[in-house]
């Protein structure tokens, strides 16, 4: 694995994800990215339809959202179960964390509540050539629907923790 190109790679999509706090919209992805979220949202294709069909509508729904960085790093993937680089090798990155805000207007028809929530999220980014060409994004909606007061799941029989401060 190239280093330098490992650490480029991360430096593209950390300055992509600060980009998409201060601004609302992100450098770094390709125009042709193909985007992959949760259901209802699912596959979107190119950086107008992830702004304007995933991105923006989250922004309006947390308008203060803050992303909180947990784990972050990158490699190249063999991606097959037999380990030929030969026939992958992409260059990945991925982090995982939390988002932070206040629930100010509804989400994916889940009622907003006007307090504040922590929706813990991961995403995967491929880079091909400088650029952000594939994205699989997680969104715990569950745990989100738990804060706003929707159990959508059977009690937990465990200890509840929350994640890290």
Not at 33 to 41: H, K, L, M, S, Y
Not at 95 to 113: K, M, R, V
Request: proline share 6%.
């Amino acid at each position: 694995m190239d280093i330098e190109l490992n650490q480029s790679n991360k430096r593209l999509v950390w300055e992509f994800w600060r980009d998409l706090e201060a601004a609302g919209h992100g450098r770094g992805m390709h125009n042709d990215v193909e985007w992959n979220g949760p259901d209802p949202i699912g596959r979107l294709n190119g950086v107008e339809a992830f702004a304007s069909d995933f991105w923006q509508p989250l922004l309006h729904s947390f308008p203060d959202m803050t992303r909180q960085t947990h784990l972050f790093f990158g490699g190249e993937s063999n991606g097959r179960i037999d380990g030929d680089l030969s026939l992958d090798g992409h260059m990945w990155v991925t982090g995982t964390g939390l988002f932070t805000g206040t629930f100010a207007n509804d989400y994916l028809t889940i009622p907003a509540t006007g307090g504040q929530v922590t929706i813990p999220w991961g995403e995967f980014c491929r880079i091909d050539d400088g650029a952000i060409v594939d994205v699989y994004f997680l969104i715990d909606l569950v745990e989100l629907m738990r804060q706003a007061g929707y159990d959508v799941l059977p009690p937990i029989l465990g200890l509840m923790r929350r994640r890290p401060p």
